[in-house]
Structures are given as C-alpha cells and as structure tokens.
T-cell receptor
Framework: SQKIEQNSEALNIQEGKTATLTCNYT??????LQWYRQDPGRGPVFLLL?????KEKRKERLKVTFDTTLKQSLFHITASQPADSATYLC??????????????FGTGTQLKVEL | EAQVTQNPRYLITVTGKKLTVTCSQN?????MSWYRQDPGLGLRQIYY???????DKGDVPEGYKVSRKEKRNFPLILESPSPNQTSLYFC???????????FGEGSRLTVL
C-alpha cells in the first residue's frame, strides 16, 4: 500500500543546532514534494517545493533534499530558533493511475526548539 | 492582502442540523480544495475543484457536498452532520492543481 511516513514523535533540539526532519514514502513516484509549516490551530503555510530532478533546494535557513532512490526527503533548519517550533508537514504530488495528479500529506512532525 | 477566508472559525452544532462553511479566496486561483485534519490522520482531502462548475471527490467525501458557482467561493455543506464529522476543516487554494497551496485559518466544528 502507499504510505507517507513522518516521525510521529516530537523532535526536541537546542537553539542554534540544525534540525533535520524526515519524510519517507513507499509505492509512490512523486513528481515533486512540498514542505509546509503548521502552528497550533492555524492553517499550514507553504515553505519549499522540490522537483524529482532536483537533489537539493535552499531558502534562507531552510534546506530540502529529495532522494527518489531512497524514497526520502530531508528537511533541515540551520541555526534553529524557538520561533521555528511548529509542526512540519511533507506533501507528495502523486501521479494518479487514471490520469491527473493530487497532493497527499504526511501526518507531520512536531519540532520544539529549546533555549 | 492575498488570503483564504473561512467562516465560521468555530461552530458547535447538533446531529442532523444542516450547516455550511464558507470559503473565499482573493487570488484568482483556479484550484480550491477542502481538507479535514484529525489527530494521527493528518490532512485528508474531502472535495476539490479545478475550476468554476468543476468539482470532484477527494479521499473522504461521504457526508459532504460542495459547489463552485464563482471562482472565488467554494462552500462546504454538511447536509446532516454526525459526530464523526467533528474535526478541524481547512479550505485551500492554488493557482493550479497540485501546486503550492494557500490555506485558510481553519474551522473547528463540533457535532454533538
């Protein structure tokens, strides 16, 4: 069956360190992958998109990698700050067997950055 | 300011009492979608619309209806709400199908 897996356990790190979040998937061949940030009780906010033919994408302190062989994306936040504390969602653009495509979300990983 | 606006933000209702959650976007996006978010299950798509008068079922459409009469509006209708529809609902829009999504602030619905 098709699955998108993100760590359900919260990730706690110290301020200033690099946070690394993982998104693994099985039985999908996504054309691209997106990462979103969600604060409690708020709607998700788009952060980054990476295409299948891109290995790495950066935006300020954020970096995303996409390994279609390992079926994995890593999301890094360097020099993390308490304000980075949130839940981070990955979403895969899935090509449907009947044609078309859709965005399917993982359940998210909660990140807590401590002083 | 570019935004997706949902109303109401919070609602407590009773089983069987029809309700509508409105969604409006001001970005001239063609694609709009409704999701529900439940603990441990993540965001699940209810319905989506590729353009005016074009709607289609997502992963969990049972018990819901939608309409897309205008480009900016995409209301979610619960004809006869049941307690298993208690959830946090999000409307989202995108310039195109499966592109970057802009989400509303969410509508927390409780059905007693």
């Amino acid at each position: 069956s098709q699955k998108i897996e993100q760590n359900s356990e919260a990730l706690n790190i110290q301020e200033g360190k690099t946070a690394t979040l993982t998104c693994n998937y099985t039985n999908y061949s996504p054309a691209y992958l997106q990462w979103y940030r969600q604060d409690p009780g708020r709607g998700p906010v788009f952060l980054l998109l990476i295409r299948e033919n891109e290995k790495e994408k950066r935006k300020e302190r954020l970096k995303v990698t996409f390994d279609t062989t390992l079926k994995q994306s890593l999301f890094h936040i360097t020099a993390s700050q308490p304000a980075d504390s949130a839940t981070y969602l990955c979403a895969l653009d899935i090509i449907l067997t009947g044609g078309g495509n859709k965005l399917t979300f993982g359940t998210g990983t909660q990140l807590k950055v401590e002083l | 300011e570019a935004q997706v606006t949902q109303n109401p933000r919070y609602l407590i209702t009773v089983t069987g009492k029809k309700l509508t959650v409105t969604c409006s976007q001001n970005m001239n996006h063609e694609y709009m979608s409704w999701y529900r978010q439940d603990p441990g299950l993540g965001l699940r798509q209810i319905y989506y619309s590729m353009n005016v008068e074009v709607t289609d079922k997502g992963d969990v459409p049972e018990g819901y209806k939608v309409s897309r009469k205008e480009k900016r509006n995409f209301p979610l209708i619960l004809e006869s709400p049941s307690p298993n529809q208690t959830s946090l609902y999000f409307c989202a829009s995108s310039i195109r199908h499966a592109g970057e999504l802009f989400f509303g602030e969410g509508s927390r619905l409780t059905v007693l």
